[in-house]
């Protein structure tokens, strides 16, 4: 097995003071498979129950910076990689899409020896890789819980008018962009988009080695859900873009696909980021959902919305 490269994380510079006291302790893991590398941020104990975080695409890590400390709390050991591509993992040779991710998060996962039960979240794009996970390596995960994941077949068929800024020629203006995207896919309410979000949002994008992701817009999930054998659970936000008006079809055709369903939980007045634009709500929901699996049942402190920046 390929040695895992351990040192202190790096946390980005513009987190707010808390914010980061909050995170601090954190491993940055390096893993390889196939001569790339995988980066990790961890949190907790190899013996501790694992939740693994896979943020969306165009993302990184820090999709989850006001979900981390909650779980912590929560008793998990927090595992939480940059997907191939994205933030400071490479992008492997001739991996186009999600369905090349299984077989690194696979292996990523090995070299960081997770002794305990293993849960995985995955938000957006990281709900698809998620789900392809588990059909190909199923040992790895007991409990899959869904945020905002495409794949389904049912998303609007509207398109979200995302606008290009890799053209413009100044910060000022890629940054109008940036709060424009942010507002058409990512957010519901405009004082969600704090400062925060756009600093992380434009960070994220700038380092997105996997423009063409063409599986979002299949059926490749709902196809995937029957041959799962771990638990399917989903948390999704009110005003999710992909799924405006649509969240109960999608409810009933998840709890249909699903061999072995967990729960469902829909947070009022939160869109596609969910669980950073309503992080308090969608924390309670995750904690709720993972102990329903019977791994661990803790009492956790509710952290006020001050504490994530």
């Known amino acids: 097995m390929t040695a895992l490269t351990l040192s202190p ?8 003071a808390p914010l980061a006291a909050s995170l601090g302790g954190a491993k940055r893991c390096m893993t390889s498979h196939q001569g790339a590398q995988m980066v990790w941020h961890a949190w907790g104990q190899a013996a501790q ?6 943020h969306g695409g165009s993302g990184s890590w820090t999709h ?6 909650a779980l912590c709390d929560g ?7 940059d997907l191939p591509g994205f933030g400071d993992s490479d992008l492997p040779s001739g991996c186009t899409d999600v369905d090349h991710l299984p077989e690194h998060l696979h292996a990523g996962l090995q070299q960081l020896q997770a002794a305990g ?8 794009f990281g709900g698809m890789a998620a789900a392809l996970w588990l059909q190909a390596y199923p040992q790895d ?6 945020v905002g994941a495409p794949g389904m077949g049912l998303t609007v068929p509207e398109r979200i008018p995302l606008k290009g800024w890799r053209h413009l020629p100044t910060p000022e203006a890629q940054a109008q962009v940036h709060r424009h ?5 990512m957010l519901q309410t405009p004082e969600a988009l704090d400062d925060l979000a756009l600093k992380l949002h434009t960070a994220n994008v700038q380092r997105d080695r996997m423009p063409r992701r063409r599986l979002s817009s299949t059926d490749i999930v709902a196809q995937v859900l029957p041959k799962l054998q771990a638990r399917v659970s989903a948390i999704y936000g ?3 873009a992909l799924y405006r008006g649509r969240l109960p079809e999608l409810q009933a055709a998840m709890q249909g696909w699903s061999s072995h369903w967990g729960q469902w939980h829909t947070v009022p007045g939160a869109g596609h980021w969910v669980q950073y634009e309503a992080a308090d709500v969608f924390n309670a929901h995750l904690l709720t959902v993972l102990a329903s699996a019977g791994v661990i049942v803790q009492a956790w402190p509710f952290l006020n919305s001050s504490q994530y920046g």
């Open 9 to 16: 994380a790096r946390l980005p510079p513009f987190l707010s």
């Open 49 to 54: 129950p694992a939740v693994v975080l896979l």
């Open 64 to 69: 989850w910076v006001r979900n981390i400390v």
């Open 75 to 81: 008793g998990w050991r927090v595992l939480v990689p």
């Open 117 to 124: 039960p293993v849960a995985l979240v995955g938000f957006s």
């Open 141 to 146: 995960a007991q409990h899959l819980v869904l």
């Open 181 to 185: 995207n942010l507002m058409a896919l």
């Open 238 to 240: 009110e005003h999710d």
